[in-house]
């Protein structure tokens, strides 16, 4: 069974940091890997989405990364701001499935 | 386009009453996602339709919850009878599967019902 891992639990950086989320699957096995942003009270985000065949996606200050043979994927924030802080998951889609898996994510604050 | 819309976005009621949450999906969607939310749990699959057809219902917790998809704008999730420990972020996604590649497609997320059942 499919398990994605999340770590750490909660990061608070100050403003301007560059900064590195960890998610981690079990089963190498999957069609694409997706991270989200999830702001207190409200529904989820996608930020960017991987294929399985891809090693990264970019957009403005995220990079997402992909290694699936180590079970591996890393979301890059650069030079953070206040208005990064909220939750981000990360969840995959594996070829035993058809939903996507969540990590319990990480929570990110950063202050001014 | 306006999104996953959800409704209602707050439900309080109390333990043994039916709920009925609803959800629109992305117009042009053909799979639509039923997840839970909470604390302890984290983000939960419950039901997953695919063309108005349930696929996999495996994630239902019991015999308590039922979901609907009678066509392709509309979808409910009901709860008769509720309890305490239904308490959550009900949320509903869809997503459109891409023609031989089905299971690649972006996930949308809908705005959430939290459901608080005394």
């Known amino acids: 069974k499919q398990e994605v891992t999340q770590i750490p639990a909660a990061l608070s950086v100050p403003e301007g940091e560059n900064l590195v989320l960890n998610c981690s699957f079990t089963?190498?096995?999957?069609?694409?890997l997706q991270w989200f942003r999830q702001d207190p009270g409200k529904g989820l985000t996608s930020l960017l989405l991987?294929?399985?065949?891809?090693r990264e996606q970019t957009s403005g200050r995220l990079n997402a990364s992909l290694d699936k043979s180590s079970g591996r994927s890393t979301l890059y924030i650069a030079a953070s701001q206040p208005g990064d802080s909220a939750t981000y998951l990360c969840?995959?889609?594996?070829?035993?499935?058809?939903?996507?898996?969540f990590g319990k994510g990480t929570t990110l604050s950063v202050s001014s | 386009d306006a999104g996953v819309i959800q409704s209602p976005r707050h439900e309080v009621t109390e333990m043994g009453q039916e709920v009925t949450l609803r959800c629109k999906p992305i117009?042009?969607?053909?799979?639509l996602f039923w997840y839970r939310q909470t604390m302890m749990r984290g983000l939960e699959l419950l039901i997953y339709?695919?063309?108005?057809?349930?696929?996999?219902d495996s994630g239902m917790p019991e015999d308590r919850f039922s979901a609907k998809m009678p066509n392709a704008s509309f979808s409910t999730l009901k709860i008769q009878p509720s309890e305490p420990r239904d308490s959550a972020v009900y949320f509903c996604?869809?997503?459109?599967?891409?023609?031989?590649?089905?299971?690649?497609?972006?996930?949308?997320f809908g705005e959430g019902s939290r459901l608080t059942v005394l």
């Open positions: 996604a869809s997503r459109l599967g891409v023609k031989g590649a089905p299971n690649t497609g972006e996930l949308f």
């Open positions: 089963d190498s096995a999957i069609y694409n």
């Open positions: 991987i294929q399985s065949s891809q």
């Open positions: 969840a995959v889609r594996d070829q035993a499935g058809t939903a996507l898996i």
């Open positions: 117009s042009g969607h053909n799979s």
């Open positions: 339709f695919n063309n108005n057809v349930p696929i996999d």
